[in-house]
């Protein structure tokens, strides 16, 4: 059985911020997620979490539960591949970094049968609220066949730990 996989993207508001590149760093993760989507088989199962999206306030606790399934998990013909793109031409950052209630809740979508992965992308620092790598420990435990990759844009120390 192919793996299942949800691309999870940081849509906080430090994405905003410059890249190496000379674009900003969501830009970046743009351009990234859209090859992705662009290039996966038509029979591969993805989906696109997002957080940090939907809300811009200064309320932590609000802040710190901003994730949004964008496109379920399922294979990626013609029309969930211009549905995928459609969402991430539109994304813009603006929150928190709940990376650790994104994972949760990614997992939630992918479920429990056969493998399963999450690509993360990010460039920050979780705003703790839980942990991810408290999350990470605790998925593992549950037993379900579960990789979770991590690609950084310009990410500092503290955040590559």
């Known amino acids: 059985m192919p793996s299942e996989i949800e691309l999870v993207l940081d849509l906080s508001g430090s994405m905003q911020a410059d890249d190496a590149g000379g674009q900003t760093r969501l830009a970046?993760?743009?351009?990234?997620?859209?090859?992705?989507?662009?290039?996966?088989?038509?029979?591969?199962?993805?989906?696109?979490?997002?957080?940090?999206?939907?809300y811009p306030g200064e309320d932590r606790t609000r802040g710190r539960s901003d994730t949004q399934l964008l496109t379920p998990i399922g294979p990626m013909n013609a029309v969930s591949r211009a549905a995928a793109k459609q969402k991430?031409?539109?994304?813009?950052?603006?929150?928190?970094?709940?990376?650790?209630?994104?994972?949760r809740a990614a997992a939630q979508d992918l479920g429990t049968d056969g493998p399963r992965r999450i690509v993360l992308i990010s460039d920050g620092e979780d705003t703790r609220a839980p942990p991810p790598c408290d999350v990470a420990k605790e998925?593992?435990?549950t037993g379900i066949d579960l990789a979770v990759d991590a690609v950084g844009f310009v990410v500092s120390h503290i955040a590559r730990r």
């Not at 993760?29 to 999206?53: C, N, S």
């Not at 991430?88 to 994972?103: D, N, R």
């Open 28 to 54: 970046a993760a743009k351009q990234a997620v859209g090859r992705i989507v662009d290039t996966a088989p038509d029979e591969a199962r993805l989906g696109l979490r997002a957080y940090g999206a939907a």
């Open 139 to 141: 998925l593992k435990a």
């Open 88 to 103: 991430i031409a539109g994304m813009q950052a603006v929150g928190f970094t709940p990376i650790g209630v994104a994972l």
